[in-house]
């Protein structure tokens, strides 16, 4: 199958500071890619839909100044949390479809933030 | 987007088969059932998608009734490693978003 990459998998940072996290589909091209967020024990919520070569579509309640994506390239989308916050500290995930509809997505390993 | 229901969760042995049913009552038309599994601090992996009637892969069967308002994702013998969370995905081809409801987590003991 399809394989999606994120880098890092586990970063800590300290209150203020920014993280940026990468998201890379390996093998195929990804017009689309999604971003989650996942608390202990809980479901992954939809972050933001990024498209390459232009803006990320936020959901309903989440800062896009805070969650800064950037898809630049069929293969790279970058999350960015601005000024991160303790509260902040989560698991992120991203997923992709290849380019021409396929209706799997493929995940990523997942990138635990923790924030001090 | 249609929602879903499924049991929060789900005890068994190893095994035994081990049935989970989600309830996606408005699904349209287009729409495809996706299951995937998560063990912990990973991302999602694929398990099986369908539309109708019964999928059957290495892993698992999709089992769809003709109304599509039910499905139920049946794993044959589970063993220890099965342990997860197993999460129902209903929507349509191309680049729709992905919402995920919230899993049934399936223990399997010795």
């Known amino acids: 199958g399809a394989v999606v990459s994120q880098h890092p998998s586990r970063v800590i940072c300290k209150s203020g500071t920014s993280v940026k996290i990468e998201c890379r589909s390996l093998?195929?091209?990804?017009?689309?890619m999604f971003w989650y967020r996942q608390f202990p024990k809980q479901s992954l919520m939809l972050m933001a839909t990024s498209n390459e070569g232009s803006k990320a579509t936020y959901e309903q309640g989440v800062e896009k100044d805070k969650f800064l994506i950037n898809h630049a390239s069929l293969t790279l989308s970058t999350l960015t949390v601005t000024s991160a916050h303790p509260e902040d500290s989560s698991f992120y995930i991203c997923?992709?479809?290849?380019?021409?509809?396929?209706?799997?997505?493929?995940f990523g390993q997942g990138t635990r933030l923790t924030v001090v | 987007l249609a929602k879903t229901t499924q049991p929060i969760s789900m005890d068994s042995y190893e095994g035994q088969e081990v049935n989970i049913t989600c309830s996606h009552n408005n699904i349209a038309t287009n729409d495809y059932i996706t299951w995937y599994q998560q063990f912990p601090s990973q991302g999602p992996r694929f398990i099986i998608q369908g539309y109708k009637t019964k999928v059957t892969n290495e892993v698992a069967s999709l089992f769809i009734p003709a109304d599509r308002k039910s499905s139920t994702l049946s794993l044959p013998r589970v063993s220890l490693s099965d342990t997860a969370v197993y999460y129902c995905?209903?929507?349509?081809?191309?680049?729709?978003?992905?919402?995920f409801g919230t899993g049934t987590r399936l223990l399997v003991s010795p």
């Open positions: 093998d195929f091209q990804a017009t689309t």
């Open positions: 997923s992709a479809r290849r380019q021409g509809g396929d209706t799997e997505a493929f």
């Open positions: 995905l209903v929507g349509d081809t191309g680049f729709q978003k992905l919402v």
